[in-house]
């Protein structure tokens, strides 16, 4: 049975004291919610020791929203898989359609990223998603298939099985008010179990979880996540309020 994680992607917002404030808001929610679900919160990097401070005792995870590909050595601006884990981080988002995009990340960096978070311990939320063209052209599975295949490339399973967490986040619907529907998900979910199932084996598919992405609010999750296939959510904009998340959290 896979427990569902609900995690909040702060992107760049916030500050330091309404990171702390939110930080804080979602532990009450977190800790008096009814729900069996882990909850995971990627803040701003400057902001990790602050929101990790406000955590303390409480078993929301912390995440990076992105890591470097690399060792220590002369990159600047980037932050090591080492720095998250010294921070406090047991994960950290990969491969985010945002970084594939503005950051022209393409799948080979992504693959190497996810190689450089596993060597230390670092779990990784690696996203996949099509762009609305290429399900237009009814691609995504093609896309997506594409995405795994770098990504995963030179991972063990015994890594999968305990560092994987794969986000199918069609960029399409991120930031943008529009969703995938629970079944359209759920396809691509299926999908993506069952390439892992044929990379790692039926156990590690069976195990694995599989996060959905884009546009969640408090008026679709609920029928996001009662779908079998959907084990739990990564949130954005949603995740900014402390209202809309910890509805979403008890949804
Ligand atoms: P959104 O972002 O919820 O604002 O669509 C999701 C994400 O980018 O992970």
């Known amino acids: 049975m896979r427990t569902e994680l609900i995690a909040a992607n702060w992107k760049m917002n916030l500050r330091r004291d309404t990171a702390v404030d939110l930080a804080r808001a979602v ?4 800790e008096g919610g009814a729900k069996k679900r882990e909850v995971l919160l990627a803040p701003p990097a400057p902001y990790l020791g ?20 690399h060792e220590d050595g002369a990159f600047t601006g980037e932050l090591s898989a080492e720095m998250l884990l010294d921070e406090g981080c ?15 990340e393409s799948d080979e960096l992504i693959g190497r990223k996810v190689r450089r978070a596993f060597d230390v311990g670092l779990g990784a939320i690696l996203c996949v998603g099509e762009k609305e063209d290429e399900r237009l052209r009814g691609h995504e599975r093609k896309v997506v298939e594409r995405q795994l295949r770098a990504a995963l490339e030179n991972v063990q399973k015994e890594e999968a ?3 994987l967490t794969v986000a199918y986040e069609p960029v399409w619907a991120i930031g943008t008010g529009r969703t995938a529907t629970p079944k359209d998900a759920a396809v691509m979910h299926r999908f993506i179990r069952d390439w892992v199932g044929g990379r790692f084996g039926a156990a590690t598919a069976e195990a694995i ?43």
């Open 161 to 163: 099985d305990r560092l």
């Open 50 to 69: 602050p929101v990790r401070e406000a955590l303390v005792g409480s078993a929301i995870l912390l995440a990076g929203q992105d890591v470097s590909a």
């Open 209 to 251: 979880r599989i996060l959905y992405g884009g546009s969640v609010k408090p008026s679709n999750a609920a029928d996001l996540l009662q779908s079998p296939e959907i084990d739990g959510a990564l949130v954005g904009g949603a995740s900014l309020k402390a209202d809309s998340f910890s509805a979403i959290l008890s949804a």
């Open 27 to 30: 532990r009450h929610a977190a």
């Open 90 to 104: 047991r994960f950290s988002i990969i491969g985010h359609s945002e970084r594939r995009e503005h950051g022209g």
